[in-house]
């Protein structure tokens, strides 16, 4: 299984981006999926999460500015982020936890990083 992201980029205060991320494979079932991100000197943290009943988590800071979507069809997950601020520079991980066919329990499997700046 693989997650592959995209989306991320230079963004002036205020502006809008799109991150996607796509896992390929064999999966069984989605537990969670979502975003996290970490920023240079800091932990990474979690940004908003899908789960398996539908439901999303977000991280206080992000509420009513950002908005997490998944596609089990297409197994995507989408953070949309609007008003962004500096603050919110980092490196954005995309993580999945899921159930496979050929093993017990579940797995976390995390992608490689895009990186979102937000600066005028």
């Known amino acids: 299984v693989q997650l592959q992201a995209s989306g991320g980029g230079l963004v002036q205060p205020g502006g809008s981006l799109r991150l996607s991320c796509a896992a390929s494979?064999?999966?069984?079932?989605?537990?969670?999926m979502g975003w996290y991100r970490q920023a240079p000197g800091k932990q990474r943290e979690l940004v908003a999460t899908t789960t398996s009943g539908g439901s999303a988590t977000y991280q206080d800071s992000v509420k009513g500015r950002f908005t997490v979507s998944r596609d089990n069809a297409k197994k995507t997950v989408y953070l949309q982020m609007n008003s962004l601020k500096p603050e919110d520079t980092a490196v954005y991980y995309c993580?999945?936890?899921?159930?496979?066919?050929?093993?017990?329990?579940?797995?976390?499997?995390w992608g490689k990083g895009t990186q979102v700046t937000v600066s005028s």
């Open positions: 993580h999945l936890r899921y159930s496979g066919v050929y093993f017990a329990g579940l797995r976390d499997l």
């Open positions: 494979g064999t999966i069984f079932s989605i537990n969670a």
